[in-house]
């Protein structure tokens, strides 16, 4: 069974950059392809960006385009979310997920495990 697990999520201003991480066990994600969502109150999770299993392909939503990378590394079995030039409308918890594919994909129905999330503020 894999266990997925996000960190990293805080209070930032408008314009911060933060990193948000994703650490999975139980075993080795390196042949899943990874994703990242996001859910803000009052409205449905929506997708973020997406990586292959070994990060030669990413896709991300029209919304982070440009800000976001999602990357990864196999050795530490971990996912990564780069965040920058954040607005208070990406406020919201984010979650990881991985499919036992090796191409990425970009809905939320297409995911095998889902980590439980981590809040993401950012003020005005």
């Known amino acids: 069974q894999v266990q997925l697990v996000e960190s990293g999520g805080g209070l930032v201003q408008t314009g911060d950059s933060l990193r948000l991480s994703c650490a999975a066990s139980?075993?080795?994600?390196?042949?899943?392809?990874m994703g990242w969502f996001r859910q803000a109150p009052g409205k449905e999770r929506e997708f973020v960006a997406a990586?292959?299993?070994?990060?030669?392909?990413?896709n991300y939503a029209d919304s982070v385009k440009g800000r976001f990378t999602i990357s990864r590394d196999n050795a530490k079995n971990t996912v990564y979310l780069q965040m920058t030039s954040l607005r208070p409308e990406d406020t919201a918890v984010y979650y990881c997920?991985?499919?036992?594919?090796?191409?990425?994909?970009?809905?939320?129905?297409?995911?095998?495990?889902w980590g439980q999330g981590t809040q993401e503020t950012v003020s005005s």
């Open positions: 139980g075993r080795t994600i390196s042949s899943y392809a």
């Open positions: 997920a991985g499919r036992k594919f090796v191409t990425a994909a970009m809905r939320a129905g297409q995911y095998d495990y």
């Open positions: 990586i292959n299993w070994v990060g030669g392909s990413t």
